[in-house]
Structures are given as C-alpha cells and as structure tokens.
C-alpha cells in the first residue's frame, strides 16, 4: 500500500509550523482550525490527483470571486448556508429546542439600521408605481404558548421588481423595502410594499460560473426576508418564500422549508382603498424562549452598515 505523502510525519510537521504551532503568539483557535484546513487541502490535493493547473485555476477563482464580493452568495448556492441551519437544528434537537417557526439562511443582502415604525408602515419609494403590484403584508409575533408578543422588532427587506435590492443596486433610494416595525400590543405587524420579483445569479458572475459547471442554475423564488426579536426571547432568522413561483421548491440556495410558504391572495376588489390588483399576504411568527441573553440577538456574522 504506497504511503500517502500528506500523511507522513515530515509533512504533517511542516504543516503544525504553517499554522504557527510552533510559537505562543497570535489564536490558538486560529492556529487549530488552520492546521485543519491544510491538512485537507492536501488530502484533496493527494486523493484527487489535483493537476497544478486545476490547483491554480482555482485559486485564480477564489480571487475572482472575493473581488466580485460573491463569496457569501456562493455559501449560499453550495448549500452550506443550508447545512448551518440544519447543524443547528440537530444541536436543539438534542437539548429539547424545539417548536416555533423554522430558521432559513439570512444570504447577504442585509443591511442593518433600516428605519424604525411602530405598528405599521410603507416599504416602498413609491418609484415603481404603475409597474409594481402593491402588497400588504401583516401577521402576529407570538410566544410558544401562542400569546402575542407586544414590542417585538421585525426586520423585513426584500427585492424590487427587478430582483435587486436597495443598497447593491445603487439606483434605488436609501433603504428602499427595508424596514423595521415595533409589534403593537396584539403582537401584530403591518407594512405595504410591493411583490418582490425572484432573481437569479449574475450570468457573468463567478458563482454562476461554478453552478454553471455543476450542472445546476442560480435562480431564487420571490421572497421575503425576516429577522424577529423580543427580549427573553430567541433571535428568528428566517424568510417567507411566495407561493405560486416557479422556484418555490427549486430554490438554488435551498432557503425553502416547510413552514415557511407564504399564500400570496391578489385581489381587486377596492377594499384596501387602492384602485387595481394587488396582493396580500398573512403570516405570524412563533418564538421560542431565549435559553440565554446570548441567544435573544442575532449573529456578528459581518453585514453592510454594521452596527456599532
């Protein structure tokens, strides 16, 4: 049996020295997890038969990818967003943390300090009027025994017609269908916006690129994204996907589960005051209880606009 080179005492040396074992200073956690890195980097290397072309094809991609700022979206499309939320899953399985709407992946096109509403309010710029469909949005944020949480803060952003979304698409206004809303005293939230289009991967991007030679495509369904939180509570992440869409449950960033399809009714009937078609869409929210401070707020995961 011929001796694989990455595992051979001299090897793996040479790596504990790369990942700095062999002094004091800077992250012993660092230094582990980097230990790791290339030991599998080389057993990929070694068990694949990486030719040097492929080797450096690929770390020409990654540079490409990092300047194109795709780095999350292509997280996103392998599915490894996904499987995070699946780990995390099983690790509350474990310790009875059950119950409540499902988590889905966050994907990066959030940016923090949206305006803050209390009870209700308008999404939209008004700049896509006459080719937009208006939507109402409402629904309650509820504890686990179902009673409303008053005073929680939704944080909801979604994509215009066009499937882009206000920040990266610097032609739409300052936080354009971004908004905050403070739960009224029956837990309840309204906002009117506007049905965000699905979109899909930049065909000239790196991340299409990838899904191009997997075989697979870089579409996503019209959805919604949600974070929810209330004190003594646990932090939501999640994101209503529209029914009807053609991707509903063939999203490429697999951020579609059940529990998480919002029934979009159009109508036009002039009840809400509003002449034509438009949409609504209800949908509550159920928490869990917070097992500690630590969980009641959402991960440092880097965002535009960080907050202080």
Known sequence: MTVKISHTADVQKFFEEAAGLGND????????????VLQDVACIVEDLEISEDE??????????????????????GLGIEHFLDLLQDAKDAQVGLT?????????????????????ETRMDDGSEEGIATLMFLDGQVLDPQGQPIAGAIVDLWHA?????YSFFDQSQSEYNLRRRIVTDAEGRYRARSIVPSGYGCDPQGPTQECLDQLGRHGQRPAHVHFFISAPGYRHLTTQINLSGDKYLWDD???????????????????????????????????????PDAAAEVRSKRPRALQEA
């Open 25 to 36: 200073d800077g992250s012993p956690r660092l230094k582990r997890i980097m230990l790791r």
């Open 160 to 164: 215009n017609t066009k499937g882009t």
């Open 55 to 76: 080797f450096w094809k690929t770390v020409d991609y990654l540079n490409r990818l990092g300047g194109r700022n795709e780095a999350g979206l292509l997280v996103a």
């Open 99 to 119: 119950g409540g709407t499902p988590r889905t992946i966050e994907g990066p096109l959030y940016v923090a300090g949206a305006p803050l509403a209390e009870g």
């Open 252 to 290: 490429f960033a697999y951020a579609t589960r059940e529990g998480l399809v919002g029934e979009v009714q159009f109508r036009e009937d002039g009840a809400r005051g509003v002449a034509g078609r438009y949409a609504e869409l209800s949908f509550d929210f159920q928490l869990q209880e917070a």
